[in-house]
Nanobody, 128 residues
Framework: QVQLVESGGGLVQAGDSLRLSCAAS????????MGWFRQGPGKEREFVAG????????YYTDSVKGRFISSRDNTKNTFDLQMNSLKPEDTAVYYC?????????????????????WGQGTQVTVSS
């Protein structure tokens, strides 16, 4: 079992920055591929960013490329999302997700069904 707890959400203005953090427990963190998803009002949950087991590879959805940066610290069991130049359309509940991956895998799934473990979510609201 893996437990994930997100933190760092809040209300900001367009152009501001926020840093989300996901704390993991329960299994060796370096065995997990990590992802951030978000779900806006009336929308389906969508992939935002992901990182491979040892951080060798990251992947972002097009709408956040150049603005968001994901990172992980396998010594602290944390997975962060630095969000810069926030836009009102970034408003959503952000979820941390995890799934076990083979030792040398750098594959980053973008489908929610490919992640087994989920946090409770943290609200990000960007005002115009």
């Amino acid at each position: 079992q893996v437990q994930l707890v997100e933190s760092g959400g809040g209300l900001v203005q367009a152009g501001d920055s926020l840093r989300l953090s996901c704390a993991a427990s329960g299994r060796t963190f370096s065995t997990l591929t990590m992802g951030w998803f978000r779900q806006g009002p009336g929308k389906e949950r969508e992939f935002v960013a992901g990182i491979s087991r040892f951080g060798a590879r990251t992947y972002y959805t097009d709408s956040v490329k150049g603005r968001f940066i994901s990172s992980r610290d396998n010594t602290k069991n944390t997975f962060d999302l630095q969000m810069n130049s926030l836009k009102p359309e970034d408003t959503a509940v952000y979820y941390c997700a995890a799934d076990f991956s083979p030792l040398y895998s750098v594959r980053i799934p973008t489908s929610a069904r490919d992640y087994e473990y989920w946090g409770q979510g943290t609200q990000v609201t960007v005002s115009s």
